[in-house]
């Protein structure tokens, strides 16, 4: 994860106390000469106390300026941040476990109802998945989907493949098998600073609930600390009706088990107008392709090892840059920047081009679409 940079909001850098040790050192020193009538040598003991006790003042300055910032939304970190929520009734996201949908099998069908406790446990071999609620198999049927969440909180168990969750940890009578229909989605680290001050600042728009936009993207956002970002919208031609489509970290689309979950969560009385009505889908996904030919100043060939995987590390940076945020257009300036960052003389970029992309669409390249060819060492 990138260190975030301080303060946040693009506002300027600000001081309480200025902080400068050179001033410090002289201020000091020329008011005891000036007191005392004598000059001091550089090798002076009284010298080097003052030069110490200058070193302390300026320290206590730092921590005076630090201690500050932290009751600033724009510097504030940690447990100063958890402090400045609470004024606004806003508390950072805690982890939370992924869900799935499990599809469960009988060996027959049966002629009665099957019932699936709430709690029935299935894995991948690694990780257990518990089914949320009492499900049952209606009379006649072969087959039920349920809704299943990790028994650890946590990002990870998003990775887990379709399928992969095969185990009937709870084995059942009659029943043959459960698979998962889809990847899990939802599960979250405890909510990062970045984010939690962000809602922060989004918060007094919840004060109202007149449906204004940021309004939903406030309560989305507090939803999961999964969701990095939300594109919410209404249509003229569809009166009441409002668009909600989240994105998840690293640019993940929600499977279906998510969305509905936060659906439900946005239709409480306390949160949606009587008048709106909430479409909640995952962003349609615009595939793109990257096809790069980078080349190196030949006086760097002693450090092509280095440079290497510095460029290969700053095309995935941004990959997942550029599909982290919804409606973000493609623009290939940025990967030529990134790349010559991490070293690269030049770049030649075949694809991707520069593509507006819709306020509902996120541009997405899978890791498979990656070209990354080396052209060289060229003199400056």
């Known amino acids: ?37 004598r000059t001091l040598a550089n090798g002076d003991p009284v010298r080097l106390f003052l030069l110490s006790l200058a070193a302390e003042i300026t320290q ?41 949908t499990l599809r469960y099998t009988l060996s027959q069908i049966l002629s009665e109802i099957y019932v699936i406790p709430q709690g029935t446990k299935a894995s991948d071999g690694t990780t257990i998945f518990e089914v949320n ?30 399928g992969a969750i095969n185990t009937m940890v709870d084995p059942m009578p009659q029943m043959e098998s459960v698979t998962n229909t889809e990847q ?20 007094p728009e919840s004060f109202s609930v007149a449906g204004p936009h940021d309004s939903y993207e406030y309560y989305a956002k507090s939803f999961s600390g999964a969701i990095i970002d939300v594109s919410i919208y209404g249509l003229p031609e569809h009166p009441g009706n409002v668009y909600i489509h989240p994105l998840l970290t690293d640019g993940t689309l929600p499977e279906t088990a998510f969305l509905n979950e936060l ?23 615009e595939t793109y392709t990257i096809n790069i030919t980078w080349y190196l100043d030949s006086n760097d060939i002693s450090k092509i090892s280095q440079i290497t995987a510095s460029v290969l590390q700053a095309v995935e940076n941004y990959r997942i840059w550029q599909q982290s945020k919804i409606g973000r257009d493609i623009n290939p300036d940025v990967l030529i920047k990134m790349v010559r960052d991490a070293g690269a003389k030049r770049c030649v970029i075949t694809a991707p081009v520069f593509t507006t992309i819709d306020k509902d669409h996120v541009a997405q390249c899978p890791a498979s679409n990656v070209t990354i060819s080396y052209g060289g060492a060229e003199d400056a």
């Open 1 to 37: 994860m990138t260190e975030e940079v301080l303060p946040r909001f693009d506002m300027p850098e600000l001081n309480f106390l200025t902080v400068n040790a050179t001033s410090n050192e002289q201020r000091i020193i020329s008011k005891y000469e000036e007191i005392s009538g």
């Open 60 to 100: 206590l300055r730092q921590d005076i300026n630090i201690a500050a910032r932290q009751n600033l939304l724009t510097y504030a970190q940690g447990d100063h941040l958890d402090a400045l929520g609470i004024m606004v009734n806003t508390y950072r996201i805690p982890a939370k476990g992924a869900t799935v």
């Open 133 to 162: 609620e009492n499900y049952e198999i209606p009379a006649g049927n072969l087959y039920i989907d349920v809704i299943a969440t990790c028994s650890e909180t946590g990002s990870f168990a998003n990775d887990i493949a379709i």
């Open 184 to 203: 899990p989605s939802g599960g979250a680290d405890r909510e990062d600073d970045s984010a939690y001050a962000e809602r922060i600042r989004l918060a």
């Open 263 to 285: 659906k439900d969560y946005l239709s409480q009385d306390d949160i949606r107008p009587l008048t709106d009505n909430l479409i909640v889908t995952s962003p349609t996904a």
